[in-house]
């Protein structure tokens, strides 16, 4: 388990080691909640001052957990990108630690590449489905898949899929139009709003990773994201709808033929349904009548 519930503590945790050995003392962040929680976090840990931008939609259970570390937090009405352009902003008077920009940040989440390699008594599955947003995760997976395969560790890449909600998907946009270019597709309020990213910062070396490993993408509509939290739920995992997303995507890729029963398929869940606590329990909660 991740320190603060998701699996950007991964990145958090290089990025702010490396950080502190420059000596940054203070740090700014913008986050629609999970990210914001784990730099809050390691920013704690390692002594530094931290304020995270975060859009005004965010739950306030993310909120709270980023609060709870000491964190100065400031929220930003509008999209997930006005963040982003405020800590730009910002920037010229502290250091911007933006998990989507800083390399260093990548070099944590690879060690997924390197755990999944572990698990599977060094060797790798055929299918790794990610949820995705900006996409550090498919950037970490394809860093470490990578050097595994240079290093003589692999012999051959697992394809990786992308799982995006359809209200909010720039990248299976691009994928479906054959470019490397951003797509404009309609922007909708989603529910796994930790993916929520209309415009990916490295989107086209993402594109690169799905295209490189003969992957492919997957647009999920909110019914299908929320019957994927249900039956995560009923098989004992508590996932946010972020997650759930590449859940959902199972059976898409199923019904594509793009996966097979036999092949050895890996769906990452990157947060717990904790991070999520109000829609779990509007989604969970018994009405009075029905006792």
């Known amino acids: 388990f991740n320190p603060t519930g998701s699996f950007k503590d991964r990145g958090a945790a290089v990025m702010v080691s490396y950080l502190r050995q420059l000596d940054v003392d203070s740090i700014l962040e913008d986050s629609s909640g999970n990210?914001?929680?784990?730099?809050?976090?390691a920013g704690a840990a390692a002594g530094l001052k931290v304020k995270i931008l975060a859009p005004g939609y965010t739950p306030s259970p993310k909120v709270a957990q980023i609060r709870a570390f000491g964190a100065q937090v400031q929220l930003v009405p509008g999209p997930r990108e006005a963040c982003e352009e405020e800590a730009i902003r910002q920037s010229e008077h502290i250091f911007y630690a933006g998990h989507n920009w800083h390399p260093f940040f990548l070099?944590?989440?690879?060690?997924?590449?390197?755990?999944?390699?572990e698990d599977f008594d060094f060797d790798v599955p055929d299918n790794i489905i990610v949820p995705t947003g900006a996409g550090s995760n498919v950037l970490g997976f394809h860093i470490?898949?990578?050097?595994?395969?240079?290093?003589?560790?692999?012999?051959?890449?697992?394809?990786?899929?992308?799982?995006?909600?359809?209200?909010?998907?720039?990248?299976?946009?691009?994928?479906?139009?054959?470019?490397?270019?951003?797509?404009?597709?309609?922007?909708k309020p989603t529910i796994a709003e930790g993916t929520a990213i209309r415009r990916p910062v490295r989107l086209r070396e993402v594109l690169h990773a799905v295209r490189e490993t003969n992957g492919q993408t997957v647009a999920l509509t909110?019914?299908?994201?929320?019957?994927?939290?249900?039956?995560?739920?009923?098989?004992?995992?508590?996932a946010e709808p972020t997650s759930a997303t590449a859940a959902a995507a199972v059976d898409v890729l199923v019904q594509r033929g793009a996966?097979?029963?036999?092949?050895?398929?890996?769906?990452?869940?990157?947060?717990?349904?904790?991070?999520s606590t109000p829609f779990m329990t509007g989604l969970f909660e018994q009405p009075e009548t029905s006792r």
């Open 35 to 41: 990210g914001g929680a784990a730099i809050a976090a």
């Open 107 to 117: 070099q944590g989440t690879k060690s997924l590449a390197y755990e999944l390699w």
């Open 144 to 187: 470490g898949l990578k050097e595994l395969l240079a290093s003589g560790q692999i012999k051959k890449l697992p394809r990786i899929f992308v799982a995006q909600p359809l209200n909010c998907s720039p990248i299976d946009a691009s994928v479906t139009a054959g470019t490397d270019n951003l797509v404009e597709r309609e922007i």
């Open 222 to 238: 909110e019914e299908q994201i929320t019957d994927a939290v249900r039956r995560l739920a009923a098989a004992g995992l508590y």
């Open 259 to 275: 996966i097979q029963s036999t092949e050895r398929t890996v769906v990452l869940l990157t947060g717990t349904g904790l991070k």
